[in-house]
């Protein structure tokens, strides 16, 4: 889900930045094809990969190898 960084256009990479609220709503009205809705799911460890999960109606286990990027003095 989107985020205020991506609005800004910056890098967000380990910064544990959450999904704007208007972005949840939207999300929320959609939902994955039933066939993979069933799927096992991982997402980052990051708020905001557990909040876009959530809101698309996914039970997802944070997963530490897909944290995203670390940018260091550039995010």
Do not use: H, K, M
């Amino acid at each position: 889900g989107r985020t205020a960084w991506n609005l800004e256009g910056r890098l967000q990479g380990r910064a544990d930045i959450p999904v704007l609220e208007d972005a949840l709503a939207g999300l929320r009205q959609r939902r994955l094809p039933l066939p993979y809705a069933a799927w096992p799911w991982l997402a980052s460890p990051l708020l905001r990969a557990g909040q876009t999960a959530a809101a698309l109606g996914i039970q997802a286990s944070p997963e530490p190898a897909l944290i995203e990027t670390d940018w260091g003095g550039y995010e």
